[in-house]
């Protein structure tokens, strides 16, 4: 698979990651046997990056990811975490002693002495506006807590500012067919600053795939059912906040556009994403080893070309650009 390098981080990852927020809660359950497949196929497909973050599972994610590394030393991939989402949503809480107590929990659970990346777990708008905030991750690199820090965000103002931070190393954003809004300013201010860009939501919580229906329904431990409408986090995270009737009729067209190329919807969605100038790399989760596979055989797709964006463009401008674009 292809690797590309995040400049200011100084490290290459996979074009085709792995989002572990399955492996922790929130999609249903997934057994410790069964998340560790998923890592195996990941890893054995050609996969050198694990994004995972304190809260997926309370903890139980990073700890599946520490467990498996340490099984297995001479595996060479890259782990990212995120702090930030264990406190209520105020910007007084993104402080020092806070961030000391997060990361100590996170290199206990992933079983390391120093954390490769760190990112901000979507916080409050105001955080990005803070020197201290920055001037204490400094810190924390200098002290060898964490190697490099990054932030993961909702909207595209928060990655624009993010960017112009001179040692943010990474931003994770929302990318994907249903939500293009990056592609106007993040993507060229990320490749000029030589910020990486992690791509997360690829498949719209699923709906990219093709396989859902107007009258699909979810496990109500998912947050495809209890986020719906924004109810426990921001509602771009569930279905990149597109009208899921909606969502399921464009995933239809996106399908039939899939197919022309001779692609399943997923791997032409995936595929898409990782092959936009800028993205470092596109992190969507498994849930079985299958899937794992799938995902990462996506990095192997011949460039789709410049029709196939046209037609990508046309859909979203279609469906979603006057719900989704000035949001987000």
Request: glycine content about 8%; aromatic content about 8%.
């Amino acid at each position: 698979m292809e690797e590309n390098v995040m400049p200011r981080a100084g490290v290459e990852v996979s074009s085709i990651g792995l989002g572990t927020w399955q492996l922790g809660a929130d999609w249903g359950e997934v057994g410790e046997d069964e998340a560790r497949a998923v890592l195996d196929a990941a890893v054995q497909s050609g996969v050198t990056f694990f994004d995972t973050a304190d809260v997926y599972g309370d903890g139980r994610s990073e700890s599946i990811i520490g467990g498996y590394l340490a099984d297995n030393p001479e595996l060479d991939v890259f782990v990212a975490t995120k702090m930030g989402r264990r406190m209520e949503q105020v910007a007084s809480n993104y402080s020092m002693a806070n961030f000391r107590s997060w990361i100590d929990r996170s290199r206990r659970n992933l079983r390391v002495d120093t954390l490769g990346l760190v990112q901000l777990h979507c916080p409050p708008t105001e955080v990005y506006s803070l020197d201290r905030v920055f001037d204490d991750l400094d810190t924390l690199v200098e002290d060898g807590a964490i190697a490099r820090y990054g932030v993961s965000v909702e909207t595209v103002a928060e990655a624009l500012a993010a960017i112009a931070r001179p040692r943010v190393a990474s931003v994770q954003i929302i990318l994907n067919v249903f939500r293009l809004k990056p592609l106007d300013e993040v993507l060229p201010a990320a490749l000029e600053a030589g910020v990486g860009v992690i791509a997360r939501v690829p498949l719209a919580s699923g709906l990219l795939s093709g396989r859902y229906r107007a009258d699909t329904t979810f496990a109500a431990n998912d947050h495809r059912t209890f986020n719906r409408h924004g109810e426990a986090f921001d509602v771009g995270e569930t279905f990149s906040g597109v009208d899921f009737e909606n969502g399921v009729a464009a995933a239809q067209e996106f399908t039939s556009l899939a197919a022309a190329h001779g692609l399943e919807p997923a791997a032409a969605a995936l595929a898409w994403v990782a092959q936009l100038d800028g993205v470092s790399t596109v992190i969507p989760g498994a849930r079985n080893a299958d899937q794992a596979k799938a995902n990462a055989a996506a990095g192997e797709v011949a460039p789709l070309g410049a029709d196939f964006s046209a037609q990508v463009a046309s859909l979203y401008d279609r469906y979603f650009r006057g719900a989704v674009h000035p949001r987000w």
